[in-house]
């Protein structure tokens, strides 16, 4: 089993900075991919940004990308997504994912397990 847990949301305003913390601890062991995705109010959730396991790839939807940076550091098992020029729009719960194996995903249904996610509300 893998538990992840996601850190960094908050209230900010239209233009500010925040990053994302994802952490991940119990069995992960194995090479693994990882994503973000995001769900507003009403919304399905939405692929953001993932990353394959050595960190070389990535990608991003097309609403965050140059806005938007993921990375990871496998040696603290930890995956971050740095916000930049954030908009109202960007409003959301973010989730973090994990998949087992090397290849990077954007389907919310390729990935086995889920943090709880954490609030990014931005205001104009």
């Known amino acids: 089993q893998v538990q992840l847990i996601e850190s960094g949301g908050g209230s900010v305003q239209a233009g500010d900075s925040l990053r994302l913390s994802c952490t991940a601890s119990?069995?992960?062991?194995?090479?693994?991919?990882m994503g973000w995705f995001r769900q507003a109010p009403g919304q399905e959730r939405e692929f953001v940004a993932a990353?394959?396991?050595?960190?070389?790839?990535?990608y991003y939807g097309d609403s965050v990308k140059g806005r938007f940076t993921i990375a990871r550091d496998n040696g603290k098992n930890i995956m971050y997504l740095q916000m930049n020029i954030l908009k109202p729009e960007d409003t959301a719960v973010y989730y973090c994912?994990?998949?087992?194996?090397?290849?990077?995903?954007?389907?919310?249904?390729?990935?086995?397990?889920w943090g709880q996610g954490t609030r990014v509300t931005v205001s104009s």
């Open positions: 119990g069995r992960t062991d194995s090479t693994y991919s």
């Open positions: 994912a994990l998949k087992w194996g090397l290849r990077v995903a954007v389907s919310t249904g390729l990935y086995g397990y």
């Open positions: 990353i394959d396991w050595s960190g070389d790839t990535s």
